[in-house]
């Protein structure tokens, strides 16, 4: 890879799962953007939202994104709210590609259910705070170089579909 592939979309769409599915065929790095700050400030992400609020959390996500430039072309999934805040989304286009992973709602709702322990936005949250928050994120994730719409019945075309991006980012 020449530049870095940026998997973008709300929580719970499969940014990880296929970003690590993706990089071992492009054999390439996979770098997940929470678990790389977690691994950085030696605490957890819903420890960091706790300690220093969204804000100090956005400041840190973005100094790592930063980060990125300095390493090798990696397949990366980014937090759900990475490209909503700052000038995320454009430092990511400049280092790469960004692709995102269109999930419907009632599946990401289904998904969601019961992981508020592992995502602090999820904390004390039901199906109508997760619709404003997925209506408000979505205008930034459209921005994005490519989209991608994921429907459980048409996975392997979805898969064929990432692979073609992850081509472009070569």
Same mark, same amino acid.
């Given at each position: 890879m020449k530049k870095h592939l940026f998997l973008i979309g709300f929580m719970g769409c499969g940014k990880t799962h296929w970003g690590k599915r993706l990089a071992a065929v492009l054999r390439a790095p996979f770098v997940d953007l929470d678990e790389w700050i977690e691994q950085g400030e030696k605490t957890s992400i819903a420890e960091l939202?706790?300690?220093e609020g969204e804000s100090g959390f956005r400041q840190k996500?973005?100094?790592?994104?930063?980060?990125l430039a300095d390493h090798p072309p990696s397949v990366v999934a980014t937090g759900g709210g990475t490209p909503c805040f700052g000038d995320? #989304?454009?430092?990511m286009q400049r280092q790469g590609l960004t692709v995102w992973i269109d999930?419907?709602?009632d599946i990401l709702l289904q998904r969601l259910q019961g992981t508020a322990a592992l995502r602090p936005l999820l904390k004390g949250a039901d199906a109508d705070v997760l619709w404003? #928050?997925?209506?408000e994120r979505r205008?930034?994730?459209q921005r994005a170089d490519h989209t991608i719409r994921f429907e459980?019945?048409?996975e392997a075309r979805f898969w064929e579909q990432l692979c073609a991006y992850?081509?472009?980012a070569q």
């Open positions: 939202f706790e300690r996500e973005r100094t790592y994104l930063r980060h995320n #989304l454009a430092s999930v419907p709602f404003r #928050l997925w209506t205008p930034y994730y459980p019945e048409e992850a081509c472009a």
